[in-house]
Antibody, heavy 119, light 113 residues
Framework: QVQLVESGGGVVQPGRSLRLSCAAS????????MHWVRQAPGKGLEWVAI????????NYADSVKGRFTISRDNSKNTLYLQMNSLRAEDTALYYC????????????WGQGTLVTVSS | DIVMTQSPDSLAVSLGERATINCKSS????????????LAWYQQKPGQPPKLLIY???TRESGVPDRFSGSGSGTDFTLTISSLQAEDVAVYYC?????????FGPGTKVEIK
């Protein structure tokens, strides 16, 4: 079955960096676009970034543009999110999500990894 | 950006009764070339990631009980739970994937009366 397992979260000071990973299994990773979606504690869902199946296109929410970089290694079935210049408002549970075969809805989600930005 | 709103913020429904959640987008998410509405619904239970229920506004995801249905077009959409079960207690989100930035509604909390 499909598994998406995020890792790399933790407590980090404002201005520092963190890299999240999402290990995928149970499907042909290189055939699907992937997304990061975050959820601040007790809040709703916020889309963060998308990367096409082959890595050729990426797009970001304005709130993270210029600070976060999404990437993937199809040989390792792994999705990444490099987060630089972290701010308190980046504190959230970060989910990786697999998009559908016909559209940018999310058919599978990981359990999430928690990022806390605090001094 | 397309702003998604939902109503009500929360609702309490008796077991076996109908629950209706509304979602409105600030601009149309209907793509005229394929006549598809780029709108999905998710269910999120406490401590769990969201789960896809409905996509293309009315297509039920595989394995989702048929008491869940989606309707609407353009800017106005509805998720209906025809006969509420105890396991349906959750927060429900609508989501537009018509254009980036993809956006979600604020969520509607469904409880048992």
């Amino acid at each position: 079955q499909v598994q998406l397992v995020e890792s790399g979260g933790g407590v980090v000071q404002p201005g520092r960096s963190l890299r999240l990973s999402c290990a995928a299994s149970g499907f042909t990773f290189s055939s699907y676009g992937m997304h990061w979606v975050r959820q601040a504690p007790g809040k709703g869902l916020e889309w963060v970034a998308i990367i096409w199946y082959d890595g050729s296109n990426k797009n970001y929410a304005d709130s993270v543009k210029g600070r976060f970089t999404i990437s993937r290694d199809n040989s390792k079935n792994t999705l990444y999110l490099q987060m630089n210049s972290l701010r308190a408002e980046d504190t959230a549970l970060y989910y990786c999500a697999r998009e559908g075969s016909s559209g940018y809805y999310y058919i599978d989600w990981g359990q999430g990894t928690l990022v806390t930005v605090s001094s | 950006d397309i702003v998604m709103t939902q109503s009500p913020d929360s609702l309490a429904v008796s077991l076996g009764e109908r629950a209706t959640i509304n979602c409105k987008s600030s601009q149309s998410v209907l793509y005229s070339s394929n006549n598809k509405n780029y709108l999905a619904w998710y269910q999120q239970k406490p401590g769990q990631p969201p789960k896809l229920l409905i996509y293309w506004a009315s297509t039920r995801e595989s394995g989702v009980p048929d008491r869940f249905s989606g309707s609407g077009s353009g800017t106005d959409f509805t998720l209906t739970i025809s006969s509420l079960q105890a396991e349906d207690v959750a927060v429900y989100y609508c989501h537009q994937y018509y254009t980036t930035p993809f956006t979600f509604g604020p969520g509607t909390k469904v409880e048992i009366k």
